[in-house]
């Protein structure tokens, strides 16, 4: 229903339109006040989800030297492992060289200074004199150590390698060693990135319900914007409604001219509107279609002030044309007959609503009149 210059009764005090203007207002204020806050917000969390970002692609490049450092790492390995199996070839070599040369050392040793060697003792009989044979035991102590030196040499060539077998261990152990910190240090990358990348998608997921909680109030605000409109309107209205009031004198209920119909559209009209109210509620919607009729500002006939446009709702929805095919109730026609004979049990109010915060007046059950 619409609002206009009401008389409240003594004692109640009624919020005018300029009052819901000024809180509507207010609570635009507030709501964009919060709707920057959300904005605030997810600015934010857009600068910390750029930072994870940041941070993750940092972590990713960290992933990718450790795990190209273990590529390294495992290919050094690698042909660590291949020198040690060639260095244990190499050994397994160097010994066979050195037992056969041991082997050949000790025959010529037997030959020499156990069985003796018909050839050599023969070279030593057929000496011409001291001087060749000097020279001939000369050429076997040379054979002798010979031997010796080969021998002592394969010797040191199979330590060299054994040193080398040594070392290439100790090689693969310091391997062994980086590896084992290079794994350690990409399960912790690793264990970063994937906490870093579920803070993003969580941080992501906050965007968007920042999105969604902006979008509300923005809708909000134009909801807000309509019914400020919507009462700065009926402010406009209701003044124009006011101006007229004072300037028009309110007609005596019985100098009211009735239809015979009146009954019956009235008692329908207080049906559709207060049906499930109390007896004095639906007197009182009665006395407040009566008070139209008496005011100047609005029509003088019964017709005329419940099918004015915009007033009353089940005229618009159509459920007071169903009423009146079927009728009202008996205490609905009481209330009608009541209000037509004059009862005022809100006075000269002119208008009724269902009970919201925002209106003060007479409560009477479910409606307050105003």
């Known amino acids: 229903m619409g609002a206009g210059l009401l008389t409240v009764p003594a004692g109640v005090s009624a919020e005018t339109t300029s009052e819901k203007i000024k809180k509507a207002e207010e609570l635009k204020k507030e709501t964009e006040q919060q709707k920057k806050a959300v904005e605030d917000k997810k600015e934010d969390l857009e600068d910390t989800r750029e930072q994870l970002q940041d941070y993750l692609n940092k972590l990713n490049s960290e992933l990718e030297d450790i795990s190209d450092n273990l590529a390294k790492i ?37 030959a020499v200074y156990e069985k003796g060697d018909p050839t050599l003792l023969s ?10 044979f000097l020279n001939k035991a000369e050429y076997v102590g040379k054979l002798e150590d010979y031997d010796r030196k080969l021998f002592d040499l394969l010797v040191e060539q199979r330590k060299t390698v054994e040193e080398k077998e040594e070392i290439l261990n100790k090689e693969i152990e310091q391997l062994d060693e980086l590896m084992d910190e290079a794994k350690a240090e990409k399960n912790k990358v690793s264990t970063l990135v994937n906490s870093t990348s579920g803070t993003i998608a969580a941080t992501d997921g906050a965007i968007t319900a920042t999105e969604i909680e902006q979008k509300a109030y923005e809708s909000e605000i134009k909801e ?4 400020l409109s919507a009462l700065k309107k009926q402010l406009k209205e209701e003044k124009e409604l006011s101006e007229r009031a004072n300037r028009m004198a309110w007609s005596n209920t019985g100098d009211l001219g009735f239809d015979v119909s009146d009954r019956e559209l ?19 919607v009665g006395s407040v279609v009566i008070n139209r009729m008496r005011s100047a500002a609005f029509p003088n006939t019964m017709v005329g002030v419940i099918y004015q446009k915009r007033q009353f709702s089940p005229v618009a929805s159509g459920r007071l044309a169903t009423r009146l095919s079927l009728g009202a109730t008996e205490s609905c026609y009481r209330a009608a007959d009541e209000a037509m004979a004059g009862s005022q049990p809100v006075g000269n109010c002119l208008f009724f609503r269902t009970v919201i915060p925002q209106i003060q007046g007479t409560i009477i059950g479910g409606h307050v009149f105003y």
């Open 266 to 284: 009235l008692a329908c009209l207080i049906f559709c509107e207060a049906g499930n109210q109390p007896y004095i509620g639906q007197v009182a």
């Open 123 to 132: 070279t030593f009989l057929q000496t011409a004199n001291y001087a060749d």
């Open 74 to 110: 495992e290919a050094r390995m690698g042909d660590k492992q291949a020198e040690i199996v060639q260095a244990k070839l190499d050994i397994e070599t160097a010994k066979i060289e050195e037992d056969r040369q041991y082997e050949l050392m000790k025959r010529h040793l037997r």
């Open 224 to 227: 807000q914007e309509a019914n």
